[in-house]
Protein backbone atom coordinates (compact mmCIF):
# COMPACT_ATOMS: atom_id res chain seq x y z
CA UNK A 1 0.00 0.00 0.00
CA UNK A 2 1.75 3.76 -0.93
CA UNK A 3 1.54 6.35 0.93
CA UNK A 4 -1.59 7.92 -0.43
CA UNK A 5 -3.45 5.15 -0.10
CA UNK A 6 -2.73 4.66 3.22
CA UNK A 7 -3.40 8.28 4.20
CA UNK A 8 -7.13 7.46 2.60
CA UNK A 9 -7.62 3.97 4.12
CA UNK A 10 -6.72 6.36 7.67
CA UNK A 11 -9.55 9.17 6.57
CA UNK A 12 -11.67 6.24 5.61
CA UNK A 13 -11.31 4.52 9.08
CA UNK A 14 -11.77 8.31 10.84
CA UNK A 15 -15.33 9.03 8.74
CA UNK A 16 -17.69 10.56 11.13
CA UNK A 17 -15.20 11.48 13.91
CA UNK A 18 -14.58 15.43 14.96
CA UNK A 19 -12.18 17.08 12.64
CA UNK A 20 -9.35 16.70 15.17
CA UNK A 21 -9.23 13.10 14.52
CA UNK A 22 -8.61 14.10 10.51
CA UNK A 23 -5.37 16.73 11.72
CA UNK A 24 -4.07 13.87 13.44
CA UNK A 25 -3.87 11.39 10.64
CA UNK A 26 -1.36 14.54 8.45
CA UNK A 27 0.49 14.43 11.62
CA UNK A 28 0.68 11.10 12.40
CA UNK A 29 2.31 10.96 8.39
CA UNK A 30 4.45 13.85 8.68
CA UNK A 31 7.73 12.10 9.15
CA UNK A 32 6.90 10.32 5.67
CA UNK A 33 5.77 13.01 4.16
CA UNK A 34 8.73 15.12 4.66
CA UNK A 35 10.66 13.10 2.80
CA UNK A 36 9.04 14.01 -0.54
CA UNK A 37 9.89 16.64 -2.99
CA UNK A 38 7.64 19.03 -2.05
CA UNK A 39 6.40 18.91 -5.72
CA UNK A 40 5.22 15.66 -4.74
CA UNK A 41 3.72 16.54 -1.34
CA UNK A 42 1.32 19.09 -3.65
CA UNK A 43 0.19 16.31 -5.98
CA UNK A 44 -0.33 13.87 -2.95
CA UNK A 45 -2.60 16.63 -1.74
CA UNK A 46 -4.55 17.19 -4.68
CA UNK A 47 -4.88 13.31 -4.93
CA UNK A 48 -6.61 13.63 -1.23
CA UNK A 49 -8.40 16.52 -2.11
CA UNK A 50 -10.06 15.33 -5.25
CA UNK A 51 -12.32 13.60 -3.00
CA UNK A 52 -13.63 16.92 -2.52
CA UNK A 53 -15.02 15.44 1.48
CA UNK A 54 -14.82 16.97 4.21
CA UNK A 55 -12.04 14.47 5.92
CA UNK A 56 -10.06 14.37 2.83
CA UNK A 57 -10.45 18.10 2.54
CA UNK A 58 -9.19 18.66 6.21
CA UNK A 59 -6.23 16.47 6.26
CA UNK A 60 -4.68 17.83 3.43
CA UNK A 61 -4.83 21.60 4.57
CA UNK A 62 -3.31 20.25 7.53
CA UNK A 63 -0.71 17.98 5.21
CA UNK A 64 0.07 21.28 3.28
CA UNK A 65 0.34 23.57 6.72
CA UNK A 66 2.89 21.30 8.45
CA UNK A 67 5.10 21.50 5.54
CA UNK A 68 5.20 25.36 5.87
CA UNK A 69 9.15 25.82 6.54
CA UNK A 70 9.29 24.24 2.48
CA UNK A 71 7.15 26.76 0.70
CA UNK A 72 8.99 28.55 -2.46
CA UNK A 73 8.31 31.32 -4.62
CA UNK A 74 5.83 28.84 -6.75
CA UNK A 75 3.76 28.42 -3.55
CA UNK A 76 1.23 31.16 -3.61
CA UNK A 77 0.65 30.15 -7.47
CA UNK A 78 -0.49 26.31 -6.79
CA UNK A 79 -2.25 27.21 -3.77
CA UNK A 80 -4.43 29.78 -5.90
CA UNK A 81 -4.85 26.66 -8.28
CA UNK A 82 -6.53 24.99 -4.97
CA UNK A 83 -8.30 27.91 -4.16
CA UNK A 84 -10.00 27.94 -7.43
CA UNK A 85 -10.68 24.08 -7.85
CA UNK A 86 -11.71 23.26 -4.75
CA UNK A 87 -12.41 25.88 -2.02
CA UNK A 88 -16.02 26.01 -2.10
CA UNK A 89 -17.66 26.76 1.44
CA UNK A 90 -16.86 28.73 4.34
CA UNK A 91 -14.77 26.23 6.42
CA UNK A 92 -12.32 25.26 4.07
CA UNK A 93 -12.31 28.76 2.79
CA UNK A 94 -11.33 29.55 6.60
CA UNK A 95 -8.91 26.75 7.12
CA UNK A 96 -6.81 26.81 4.12
CA UNK A 97 -6.74 31.04 3.96
CA UNK A 98 -6.07 31.42 8.08
CA UNK A 99 -3.55 28.42 7.99
CA UNK A 100 -1.57 27.58 4.92
CA UNK A 101 -2.29 30.33 2.64
CA UNK A 102 -1.67 33.36 4.99
CA UNK A 103 1.45 31.73 5.47
CA UNK A 104 2.93 32.06 2.33
CA UNK A 105 1.63 35.00 1.55
CA UNK A 106 3.37 36.40 4.40
CA UNK A 107 6.38 34.63 3.34
CA UNK A 108 6.24 36.08 -0.28
CA UNK A 109 4.31 39.70 0.73
CA UNK A 110 4.80 40.51 -3.13
CA UNK A 111 1.81 38.51 -4.53
CA UNK A 112 -0.63 40.80 -1.53
CA UNK A 113 -2.44 42.58 -4.52
CA UNK A 114 -3.00 39.67 -6.33
CA UNK A 115 -5.59 38.65 -3.73
CA UNK A 116 -7.49 41.54 -4.79
CA UNK A 117 -8.39 39.73 -8.06
CA UNK A 118 -10.39 37.05 -6.00
CA UNK A 119 -13.34 39.71 -5.01
CA UNK A 120 -14.98 39.04 -8.90
CA UNK A 121 -14.82 35.53 -8.78
CA UNK A 122 -18.02 33.57 -9.21
CA UNK A 123 -17.66 31.35 -6.21
CA UNK A 124 -18.58 33.22 -2.83
CA UNK A 125 -15.93 30.83 -1.39
CA UNK A 126 -13.10 32.40 -2.84
CA UNK A 127 -14.05 35.91 -3.04
CA UNK A 128 -14.39 34.86 1.33
CA UNK A 129 -11.14 34.21 1.19
CA UNK A 130 -9.79 37.72 -0.61
CA UNK A 131 -9.89 39.25 3.12
CA UNK A 132 -9.76 35.91 5.41
CA UNK A 133 -6.11 35.75 4.18
CA UNK A 134 -5.47 39.02 5.86
CA UNK A 135 -6.80 38.34 8.92
CA UNK A 136 -3.66 36.34 10.66
CA UNK A 137 -1.20 39.09 9.23
CA UNK A 138 -3.53 41.68 10.50
CA UNK A 139 -3.71 40.12 14.06
CA UNK A 140 -0.07 40.50 14.18
CA UNK A 141 0.08 44.01 12.66
CA UNK A 142 2.22 42.72 9.23
CA UNK A 143 0.09 44.31 6.98
CA UNK A 144 0.28 48.18 5.57
CA UNK A 145 -3.20 49.09 6.48
CA UNK A 146 -4.30 50.29 3.03
CA UNK A 147 -4.83 46.36 1.91
CA UNK A 148 -7.48 45.65 4.75
CA UNK A 149 -9.26 48.51 3.56
CA UNK A 150 -8.70 48.11 -0.31
CA UNK A 151 -10.35 44.87 0.01
CA UNK A 152 -12.90 46.14 2.00
CA UNK A 153 -13.96 48.16 -0.20
CA UNK A 154 -14.00 46.16 -2.88
CA UNK A 155 -16.62 44.04 -1.18
CA UNK A 156 -19.13 46.40 0.25
CA UNK A 157 -21.38 45.76 -2.30
CA UNK A 158 -20.79 41.86 -2.31
CA UNK A 159 -24.64 40.32 -1.68
CA UNK A 160 -23.77 36.70 -0.04
CA UNK A 161 -23.87 36.70 3.53
CA UNK A 162 -20.70 34.98 4.26
CA UNK A 163 -18.47 37.63 2.12
CA UNK A 164 -19.83 40.26 4.30
CA UNK A 165 -19.32 38.61 7.61
CA UNK A 166 -15.50 37.87 6.00
CA UNK A 167 -14.60 41.27 5.73
CA UNK A 168 -16.36 42.01 8.62
CA UNK A 169 -14.74 39.73 10.34
CA UNK A 170 -11.23 41.16 9.12
CA UNK A 171 -12.14 44.65 10.24
CA UNK A 172 -13.07 43.18 13.95
CA UNK A 173 -9.63 40.99 13.77
CA UNK A 174 -7.89 44.42 13.19
CA UNK A 175 -9.27 46.95 15.51
CA UNK A 176 -6.59 46.10 18.17
CA UNK A 177 -3.43 46.56 16.14
CA UNK A 178 -5.19 49.17 13.83
CA UNK A 179 -7.78 50.83 15.87
CA UNK A 180 -8.16 53.84 15.10
CA UNK A 181 -8.04 53.34 11.30
CA UNK A 182 -10.94 50.70 11.80
CA UNK A 183 -12.92 53.04 13.77
CA UNK A 184 -12.63 55.91 11.23
CA UNK A 185 -13.04 53.27 8.08
CA UNK A 186 -16.80 52.03 10.13
CA UNK A 187 -18.11 55.58 10.59
CA UNK A 188 -17.04 57.14 6.95
CA UNK A 189 -18.46 53.94 5.56
CA UNK A 190 -21.51 52.90 8.03
CA UNK A 191 -23.83 53.73 5.19
CA UNK A 192 -22.35 51.72 2.34
CA UNK A 193 -21.59 48.46 4.34
CA UNK A 194 -24.21 45.87 4.69
CA UNK A 195 -25.56 45.64 8.25
CA UNK A 196 -24.18 42.31 8.83
CA UNK A 197 -20.55 43.66 8.14
CA UNK A 198 -20.79 46.46 10.09
CA UNK A 199 -22.09 44.17 12.86
CA UNK A 200 -19.39 42.07 12.62
CA UNK A 201 -16.81 44.65 12.82
CA UNK A 202 -18.00 45.77 16.10
CA UNK A 203 -18.07 42.21 18.32
CA UNK A 204 -14.51 43.25 19.84
CA UNK A 205 -15.25 47.01 20.82
CA UNK A 206 -15.37 48.56 24.54
CA UNK A 207 -19.29 48.47 25.12
CA UNK A 208 -19.21 52.36 25.08
CA UNK A 209 -17.70 52.35 21.89
CA UNK A 210 -19.61 50.37 20.25
CA UNK A 211 -22.99 51.37 21.05
CA UNK A 212 -21.80 54.86 20.12
CA UNK A 213 -20.70 53.11 16.87
CA UNK A 214 -24.25 51.58 16.55
CA UNK A 215 -26.31 54.59 17.15
CA UNK A 216 -24.69 56.15 13.72
Known sequence: ????????????????KKTKAYRD??????????LLDIKDVYRLCENIL????RGHTVTAYQIIFDQKKRYNENTF?????????????????????????QYVLMK???NLQRIKKWVNHEK???????????????QKSLLNKKIIFEVCDLL??????LVQKGYGWLLKESVKMYHDSVIKYLEDNVDTMSRTAFRYALEKLPK?????LMEI
Open 124 to 138: FAVRRSSPVILIRPA
Open 108 to 110: YPE
Open 208 to 212: EEKEE
Open 77 to 101: DVFEKWLYKYISDWWDCDDFMTHAF
Open 25 to 34: IAKNFKKDIT
Open 156 to 161: KNDEHY
Open 50 to 53: DHRL
Open 1 to 16: MNLVDKILNDIEEAKG
